[in-house]
T-cell receptor, first 111, second 114 residues
């Protein structure tokens, strides 16, 4: 099976930078995804990593280290609208390439 | 517009009744998924289908059933055997379950069993 760990909650200040970590244990790793979910809404795709390194997309960046089973999502220039849950999800060859989600990190952005 | 549609958004049912949640996509995606989300928790996989006429159990399939008779449709039935059915149910699809493409989600169905 897969084991995915994220911090439960984080708080940051508007305009600041925050890093949300995700560690995973899986057999047959085949990609890691980050999603944003506002309360009561559907998750929306933020980023995808399958090779080691940093992927940058505007204010959001995601990093992956396959050897360490580790990823982080970096949010810059935080805005109040960034207050949401951030979900780390891992895809693995074993188990038919299903996508398994972590429990999510609830980020609160304060003034 | 292309997308993935779940209906209804809110659903109330009496305990002991089966209920079917609808999920339709017009994105021409091969893979479709059903997840359950409980308050303050992440998404747990119920069933998934990588191609029409085929589906596999996820991590919490007990008390649920699905069908995939058409590429566009992946309905989920919550049976009376599901001990705690009240939850937020999310359907998703992706181009291909084997390729590394992101999953797109429907807006969810909030099921309350009374």
């Amino acid at each position: 099976g897969q084991n995915i760990d994220q911090p439960t909650e984080m708080t940051a200040t508007e305009g600041a930078i925050v890093q949300i970590n995700c560690t995973y244990q899986t057999s047959g790793f085949n990609g890691l995804f980050w999603y944003q979910q506002h309360a009561g809404e559907a998750p929306t795709f933020l980023s995808y990593n399958v090779l080691d390194g940093l992927e940058e997309k505007g204010r959001f960046s995601s990093f992956l280290s396959r050897s360490k089973g580790y990823s982080y999502l970096l949010l810059k220039e935080l805005q109040m609208k960034d207050s949401a849950s951030y979900l780390c999800a891992v895809r693995a060859y074993r188990g038919g390439n299903k996508l398994t989600f972590g429990t999510g990190t609830q980020l609160k952005v304060e003034l | 517009d292309g997308g993935i549609t779940q209906s209804p958004k809110y659903l109330f049912r009496k305990e002991g009744q089966n209920v079917t949640l609808s999920c339709e996509q017009n994105l021409n995606h091969d893979a479709m998924y059903w997840y359950r989300q409980d308050p303050g928790q992440g998404l747990r996989l119920i069933y998934y289908s990588q191609i029409v006429n085929d589906f596999q159990k996820g991590d919490i399939a007990e008390g649920y059933s699905v069908s995939r008779e058409k590429k566009e449709s992946f309905p989920l039935t919550v049976t009376s055997a599901q001990k705690n059915p009240t939850a937020f149910y999310l359907c998703a699809s992706s181009i291909d379950g084997a390729l590394n493409t992101e999953a797109f989600f429907g807006q969810g169905t909030r099921l309350t069993v009374v």
